[in-house]
């Protein structure tokens, strides 16, 4: 008796995969250009085009990736090392938020999931960055986790925006 079983793939997971592959590639690649208002529209857009076309699952796969990526290529100066975790949380916090208002108004969705990631990662950055640095620094790096969070994540769903619009 021949136990085989068969992995049918069809054309929707091949076109699945391939943006899936595509988005991950983008959010692999942008940290190298070590830009925050390049970076952060570009990796946020993908987090919102990966939720919006394959799910919250793909979106925080994607949403890992950046940081692991900056951290351990050593693209991230090291004072923001404590951050990665807060970071990676705001990006899942971004994405769940996205997808739970799916039944809701897109540039509603992109807001408040855009203003909770701020909010999260500006409180956290405050608390962890005051613990961890000088103050000198500490001033730095609270303001790279402050408005430019929010700038980058709304930047981030106009991209996706413009994406989305041209997918279909």
Same mark, same amino acid.
């Given at each position: *008796?021949?136990?085989t079983?068969?992995?049918v ?6 076109i699945?995969l ?11 690649i ?7 208002? *390049? ?6 857009a ?14 925080i796969?994607?949403?890992?990736i950046?940081?692991v990526?900056?951290? $351990? &290529? ?13 970071? *990676?949380?705001?990006?899942t916090?971004?994405?769940l938020?996205?997808?739970?208002l799916?039944?809701k ?5 992109v &807001?408040?999931? $855009?203003?909770l ?11 962890v960055i ?6 000198e620094? &500490? ?5 790279m *986790?402050s ?22």
């Amino acid at each position: *008796m021949n136990n085989t079983k068969v992995l049918v793939i069809n054309r929707v997971k091949i076109i699945n995969l391939s943006i899936f592959l595509t988005l991950i590639g983008i959010a692999s690649i942008v940290p190298l250009f070590h830009q925050q208002m *390049m970076t952060g529209p570009i990796v946020n857009a993908t987090l919102f085009a990966s939720t919006f076309l394959l799910g919250a699952q793909a979106g925080i796969i994607v949403g890992l990736i950046p940081s692991v990526i900056a951290l $351990s &290529a050593g693209l991230l100066p090291p004072v923001l090392a404590p951050m990665v975790p807060f970071i *990676m949380i705001s990006n899942t916090i971004l994405i769940l938020v996205f997808d739970a208002l799916k039944n809701k108004n897109y540039w509603l969705r992109v &807001a408040v999931s $855009s203003f909770l990631k701020f909010v999260f990662l500006y409180s956290t950055s405050s608390i962890v960055i005051n613990l961890l640095l000088k103050k000198e620094v &500490a001033l730095q790096v609270a303001m790279m *986790m402050s408005w430019p969070q929010l700038i980058t994540a709304l930047s981030g769903g106009v991209l996706a925006y413009l994406f989305l619009k041209n997918h279909k």
